[in-house]
């Protein structure tokens, strides 16, 4: 038994070799902890390079889906997980498709064959104008959606390009309203140029190709032809024809409040389109109908902050058509007319009860408008408040930092001088 049992000297010297730092244990130890540091270093990259990648893939799906698709229970990389990539279409057109087609149509497959869009809410009253204006684009390769707002559309099929337009019907809505429901970018995103213009626009000196290779070429993003100068409402001077020009971005008056000059730096008098004949290209378009509010219909207020979806500096991206121009007829039919007579007074929307004053829908439709524009603008303005990140890229606001920035310069270096004046 005691010859089985390790002497008290073995025991010294286990503890010894333990505890001696020439013996290889220790050092091998020290050894190991670069390597764990490294593999911890690793780790950490591998652990933030995911998130990062997760929290981009997130935002990108809350960008492609505005209607907060991504914000449900699951993300939509999720919802689509059931099928293989390369059947996920996830854009579509306009573009009307027979029942059954030949072998060298189908061989096409799902090709879009009109380049650009013309889209115009339209009543019965103003038919034959609209002809005018679809008889122009129709041959110019466009496609057209009409928006029938007076709910007359049977009386519509006797034009002969009724049949290859898109008819949609509610009843009182208004452009804006059809716009944000039916061209979405999702749908409209095949078209290069979306036209969205109103009925009473004389088109005799317009020319839809003619007009695109002026935007094209001159690089506006977003545009309208010009107005002859005898239209019925011209609102603002820059909208109006200019004899010498092809095009112009900007405006210059000295007349009334609003002053334009050389130094002027934002709408109306340069960065300007109004709202019943503006173009848009795909991306413009793409950030104007984020813009449009859902339940502000009428638009006011926003022609003053389309020039923000220019893709750039407005008052290089945003412009006006001098040589392919259009006349404003002014005719409001949406509501009923202004000035009803007699014989017209139920149908036009004015009506007299007995004892009480007559009823305009205009009037009504007019306040409507100017309470929907103060709250455009608040909205607006309490948007740019809360977002502490967003970034005012207009030329204006970029050129008063840079003024500031150099008399801040300029105050400086004066007093500097004047420090060195007193020493």
Known sequence: MEHDLPSIKSWKSLVKRRNNPQDGGKSSSWKMKPVMALMCTVLLIFWYKTTNFQYQQTQIEETDYPFEMAKESEPVSEKLKG?????????????????????????????STNPNLLAMPVGLKQKDNVNDVVKK?????????????????????DLEWSSKAIHIVAHNQTKWWFAKRFLHPDIVSVYDY???????????????????????????????????????EVHHRITVRSRTNIFHRRVYDSRGNMKCSNTSEGPPCTGFVEGMA?????????????????????????????????????????????????????????GGSRYPD???????????????????????????????LQTFKERWNRAVEDDKNWIDRSSSTRNRNQRFKRSS?????????AAEGRK
Request: aromatic share 12%; proline share 4%; glycine share 8%.
């Open 409 to 417: 310069v300029l105050s400086s270096l004066l007093q500097r001088q």
């Open 83 to 111: 099928l293989p990539f390369g059947i996920i279409q996830p854009r579509s057109d306009l573009e009307l498709k027979p029942l059954w087609s030949s072998t060298s149509l189908r061989s096409k497959g799902g090709e």
């Open 194 to 232: 979306v036209f969205l213009w109103d009925e009473d626009l004389g088109v005799e000196n317009f020319n839809p190709q003619k007009y695109l290779r002026i935007v094209k070429s001159a690089g506006l993003e977003i545009s309208q032809p010009a107005l002859h100068p005898n239209s019925t």
């Open 342 to 372: 007699k014989k017209n007074l139920a149908r036009s929307g004015v009506t007299r009860r007995r004892g009480s004053a007559t009823f305009d829908s205009r009037t009504e439709i007019r306040r409507q408008s100017t309470w929907e």
């Open 278 to 334: 503006p173009v848009f290209s795909r991306s413009a378009w793409f950030c104007t109908w984020n813009l449009i509010q859902n339940d502000l219909v009428h638009g006011w207020g926003m022609d003053m902050k389309l020039g923000y979806c220019a893709q750039g500096d407005r008052s290089k991206k945003v412009g006006i058509v001098d040589s392919e121009y259009i006349f404003h007829q002014g005719i409001q039919t949406l």
């Open 137 to 157: 684009f129709l041959p110019a390769n466009f496609t057209v959606i009409l928006f029938h707002y007076d709910g007359n559309m049977d009386q519509w099929w």
